[in-house]
């Protein structure tokens, strides 16, 4: 399919999905053909999608980023939401000769230094494993939202992912978290206990912290840093991304 394929169908998608509730929009998407793939960090927002494609059997292979940073908590509901919707979530972890050339050239957690470091950090544990989750597939949800922050306020429902060449999906970008919380307790999601405990956002352990009352969603990722855009570069492209060089 061409780029300008690939950008109609979006455009197309984006008032079809409008439309529709989540079990729509997420079966809309796996009827589309091709391999679609869910990449969960297993937040709440995305242990409601998973809890979808589980209770409604959608073919959507779920993935997840297991970095070798992850709270014991993630870690624990990676199983448990396995058990409970009956789903493989597929786990791809970085190469160790990628963490060792960064430890080498950074330090363990060199991320701490600069924000050259810490988007290197990203792209050996985050960035390079996604690339292989997603090698092959045609269609990648995530659990993306407007309410996350500013730097996500636009996100649509489908877009071109141009960097992976492939039909990006955002089945909750309309969902605020009072939505969220809602579903999660009527239907007994599984949810990290972190998010009782001030993290509305769950990344590694050592790069997130508990927001303070009346801070953005996203203000526990990357505190030490200044600028208000913070990403790892799964979602938003960033210079200086790169893996560290052995």
């Given amino acids: ?14 008032a079809k999905l409008a439309a529709l509730d989540l079990a729509g929009r997420l079966s809309l998407v796996a009827g589309l053909g091709g391999r679609a793939v869910f990449t969960t960090s ?40 396995e058990t ?12 160790q ?35 292989q989750a997603l090698a092959g597939a045609t269609i990648w949800i995530t659990g993306l939202r407007r309410g996350q922050s500013a730097n996500r306020a636009e996100t649509p429902f489908a877009e071109y992912d141009a960097e992976r060449h492939l039909l990006k999906i955002n089945p909750l970008a309309d969902w605020d978290i009072a ?5 999660a307790a ?25 927001i303070k009352p009346g801070e953005p969603e996203r203000a526990g990722r990357w505190w030490w840093e200044q600028d208000e855009k913070r990403e790892c570069g799964l979602h938003v492209a960033e210079e200086a991304v790169q893996p560290a060089q052995q």
Wanted: glycine share 6%; net charge negative; aromatic share 6%.
């Fill in 84 to 95: 409970q919707y009956d789903i493989r979530i597929r786990r791809y972890e970085p190469e």
């Fill in 179 to 183: 939505n969220i919380k809602s579903y």
């Fill in 97 to 131: 000769a990628d963490i060792d050339a960064y430890a080498a050239q950074y330090g363990l957690n060199g991320f701490y230094e600069s924000v050259e470091a810490r988007h290197a950090c990203c792209a050996v544990r985050k960035l390079k494993p996604l690339a």
């Fill in 1 to 14: 399919m061409t780029v300008v394929n690939i950008i109609e169908e979006a455009e197309a998608l984006n």
């Fill in 42 to 81: 297993l937040g709440i927002e995305d242990q409601v999608i998973s809890a979808e494609i589980g209770n409604h059997r959608l073919p959507i292979e779920v993935v997840t980023l297991q970095t070798g940073r992850l709270f014991p908590e993630t870690l624990a509901l990676i199983d448990e939401t």
């Fill in 186 to 210: 009527d239907n007994s999601v599984p949810v990290n206990p972190l998010h009782a405990r001030g993290y509305p956002s769950i990344g590694c352990e050592p790069c997130t912290r508990a």
